[in-house]
């Protein structure tokens, strides 16, 4: 994870800005974005345009995902399609970017590329830097689970609250003719096909 970190900067301070130098936004085909961050700081060494292109950035956002009971980290692509380049812009440069195999194209009006608000880059990288992962459940507010652990195992129950900071999810259990809550951990339930 460390050497992934290293490698994603160009320079040591994402953020520095001198007079021309701005963010750009460029489309790729989606899926391939991790490629053409790697072909892109490939033809930047070969060309030598460290000068004119600092960053090259895949924003993403750890997610943890839980499938078949395992809780597991991923890497979320926040904007997938979608790779940010800090450079200064001119012929050469844009020319180096946009001739990158998988680059479609940069966004903007028509040919001409629009750089991103100072803020809109502080907010995407803040982002980025979040300390804790989000927990993304395959179940809803309504939908029937079925307990998988604790006290309550293989009882059913209806999803009546999520609580997505605690990593807690509140289920509608009826047992003894009443509806009762209990609050349980995010592995302890199980989405019910239905």
Do not use: C
Not at 11 to 25: A, G, K, S
Not at 30 to 37: A, H, I, L, P, T
Request: hydrophobic residues 35%; glycine residues 6%; charged residues 30%.
């Amino acid at each position: 994870m460390a050497e992934e970190k290293k490698e994603q900067n160009i320079q040591t301070e994402p953020d520095i800005r001198d007079d021309d130098r701005r963010w750009y936004v460029i489309h790729t085909y989606s899926g391939y974005e991790n490629k053409v961050k790697q072909n892109l700081l490939h033809r930047i060494e070969t060309m030598e345009m460290r000068d004119q292109i600092f960053n090259v950035i895949v924003p993403t956002e750890e997610e943890i995902e839980i499938k078949n009971g395992q809780r597991r980290t991923v890497q979320k692509k926040v904007f997938p399609g979608y790779v940010l380049v800090q450079m200064k812009m001119n012929d050469n440069s844009w020319y180096v970017v946009r001739n990158t195999p998988g680059v479609t194209s940069f966004v903007g009006h028509g040919n001409k590329p629009t750089p991103l608000e100072e803020d809109e880059v502080k907010a995407i990288l803040r982002q980025m830097e979040q300390e804790a992962p989000k927990v993304k459940v395959s179940y809803q507010v309504g939908q029937a689970v079925k307990i998988t652990d604790g006290p309550f195992t293989d009882f059913e129950g209806i999803v009546d609250a999520i609580d997505h900071e605690r990593g807690r999810v509140r289920v509608l259990v009826s047992f003894f003719g009443r509806e009762a809550p209990v609050e349980l951990d995010f592995l302890q339930v199980t989405r019910l096909v239905e």
